[in-house]
């Protein structure tokens, strides 16, 4: 099953990812940034509904210069006290937010539709893949519509959340560490889709479902043999 989510992914087409029934218990819709395109924007708002989020690896992250949220709020805390008082500290299935700033390509209008996002997305994986990190700023602006999330060094080998999931696909797939993750969620509950509905989704429109702990048990065999 992995094989076949890393050639989807090389071919430019979305991969269904479930993390755990001990984590956020959540399928994320995930595509390799590099090959975004405003008819995958559609698909996924449409038929996941959560959070666009873009996971880089730290590598990437580094390069680029873009911190955690958390260590801006508490640079920030000292002028604006609350911002600590906010500090995400007690998420139940997590010792700390993988969530960094949000951006918008400075070629984009309100930033916010499929054309806008799906540029943002993209550009943004070139810049990484071209190795152009230093040029971030002459080419994004802050405050966005596209948020960014910093993988954990080693990704799932520290950290199993989606962030690191979808940053070891991409590695795995010989792609640029630059992803797209978005949660399922459920019209019915008000909850995220449950597994078996994700499972169906994915036989309907002939997508690849891989369960969290496969992934990262193959994960572990490609290290071991890089």
Known sequence: MIQEALKALKNGKIVLVFDSDNRERETDMIVAAEFMTPQHMTQIRNDAGG?????????????????????????ASSKYPVLKELSPNDIPYDEKSAFSITVNHRKTFT?????????????????????????FGKYFRAPGHVT?????????LSRKGHTEMSIALM?????????????????????????KDAKKYAEEHNLVFLGGAD???????????K
Not at 148 to 156: D, K, M, S, T, Y
Not at 215 to 225: C, G, R, S, T
């Open 215 to 225: 992934l990262i048990k193959a994960y572990k065999e490609y290290e071991k043999n």
């Open 51 to 75: 959070l666009f989020c873009i996971p880089l690896s730290s590598e990437n992250s580094d390069a680029l210069g873009v911190p955690f949220m958390t260590d801006i709020m508490e640079i």
């Open 171 to 195: 590695e795995m797939a010989g792609l640029t560490e630059v992803a797209v993750c978005c949660e399922m969620m459920d019209d019915e509950t008000g909850g995220s889709l449950p597994t």
């Open 111 to 135: 930033g916010i539709t499929d054309n806008d996002r799906a540029c943002t997305i993209k550009e943004l994986a070139l810049l990484c893949k071209n190795g152009k990190h230093r040029e």
């Open 148 to 156: 960014l999330l910093r993988a954990a060094e080693g990704h799932v």
